[in-house]
């Protein structure tokens, strides 16, 4: 049920983040001080890096004062946010409203990811993230057809995020009615020493050498995301001279099923295989980091558009077993209540990180890099994190809960 719930909210989490790269050509004649490439890859690190800056609280909040209320909170709270954002009438204002979309939607991820965390303990792990992820996919899917919708003339990309925002404050009232924390049995908790400074919180985390690892394992490979999610509709077009619907739509349709199909097939193989060894979700996260990899080579050098598809939905194929992955590995590491500031840290850096790899890919554009050159360079970015996972499997020693029953914290 709690799943069921939360599917809704992810599909809208990524939805309202992610049809604006589709309407690219679209605002940027309505709006025209937007002016270069840079300042629209400015516009869009600007979200990551608010988002980024305020995950650690936002998983703080969510350990400390309960995964429900962030949850609803925040749905509601970027839901207002995408409403103005369709009304922004200057690249200031724009700015503006994807600042406060990053400040709206930092608290989501880490509380929703630890509230599943929280229902289901063992081997369903990797399958209900899998689920969650799958709904923020279809968000994905649906923001690729924004291109569509900027050039009607009925919608127009004011009028996307119009409807999105409403629908958005609308589902926050049953998703308030309905949804609910996880009960904790007293033997569970009992003996567990429950830190209430942040700084407590993130020492415990950032001394833990694995943690650290997980962390620069879900950062590198995210990188590469950033760019496909934010940059490929623009980059499909220019380089193969479709319409901005047609490029849309290719660079996110068939991506985005290849990581549903991903996220389904690397949830059920990492949990059947959880049951041999413990290892197991490391190694599928990194089979599909390794799929990555040669993915984007193909992107950087496909000669025609139907052979980037094809490479983008490899990519979405890895993606997915990686992205399933990535919570379940975390709890083997953190106890129940540091999970939710764990997953915040880890996107405080990749998230930051993909600002970055946004700014910067802008300004490679227009200094007119050979794009080629450009995807080979996040490839190796990728090549690394399937090393580092690796290491990760290796050196996981822990049950899933062994953590949540200690009465101190766990030490390498």
């Known amino acids: 049920m709690v799943v069921a719930l939360l599917a809704p909210a992810a599909l ?24 270069t490439d840079a300042n629209w890859g400015i516009m869009l690190g600007q979200f990551k890096w608010v988002y980024a800056f305020l995950s650690p609280l936002g998983g703080f909040v969510a350990d400390r004062l309960g995964r429900r209320t962030t949850i609803v909170a925040s749905l509601a709270a970027w839901s207002i946010v995408t409403w103005m954002t369709g009304s922004a009438t200057t690249y200031s204002e724009l700015l503006w409203a994807r600042t406060l979309m990053g400040v709206s939607e930092a608290f989501y991820i880490p509380a929703a990811l630890a509230l599943i965390m929280d229902f289901h303990t063992g081997p369903t792990r990797s399958r209900a993230v899998g689920i969650h992820q799958i709904a923020i996919y279809c968000g994905m899917m649906l923001g690729g057809f924004g291109g569509y919708a900027a050039e009607s003339p009925d919608i127009g990309w004011r009028g996307a995020f119009h409807i999105a925002g409403i629908a958005g404050v609308i589902y926050a009232l049953p998703l308030a009615l309905w949804l609910r924390e996880a009960p904790r049995e007293p033997s569970a908790v009992g003996g567990e020493t429950r830190d209430t400074r942040i700084v407590d919180v993130a020492r415990e985390l950032l001394t833990s050498l694995s943690f650290l690892l997980l962390v620069a394992c879900f950062t590198l490979p995210a990188m590469a995301a950033w760019i496909v999610r934010d940059w490929m509709p623009a980059i499909l077009k220019q380089q193969f001279n479709v319409g901005q619907g047609v490029a849309g739509v290719s660079a996110t349709l068939y991506t985005t099923i290849a990581m549903l199909v991903g996220a389904a097939l690397g949830g059920w193989l990492a949990d059947l295989w959880s049951r041999r060894t413990k290892r197991a979700r490391a190694l599928v996260s990194a089979i599909g980091i390794s799929l990555i ?27 997915g077993a990686f992205d399933c992955n990535n919570m379940p590995i975390l709890s083997q590491m953190a106890r129940p209540h540091l999970r939710a500031t764990g997953y915040g840290i880890m996107n405080f850096v990749s998230i930051s990180c993909g600002g970055v790899a ?40 822990a049950t899933p809960d062994a953590a949540a029953v200690s009465a101190t914290p766990p030490r390498e």
């Open 358 to 397: 946004d700014w910067s890919f802008g300004a490679m554009r227009d200094a007119g890099m050979p794009l080629n050159l450009t995807f080979s360079l996040f490839a190796s970015f990728a090549l690394v994190a399937v090393g580092l996972m690796l290491v990760i499997a290796w050196r996981t020693v």
């Open 293 to 319: 990899v040669p993915a984007l080579f193909g992107v950087g050098n496909a000669p025609s558009l139907s052979i980037a598809v094809a490479f983008l939905a490899l990519f979405g194929l890895g993606w």
């Open 12 to 35: 809208l989490n990524y939805l309202d983040r992610q049809m604006l790269a589709s309407m690219k050509f679209s605002v940027m004649a309505d709006i025209a001080d937007v002016a």
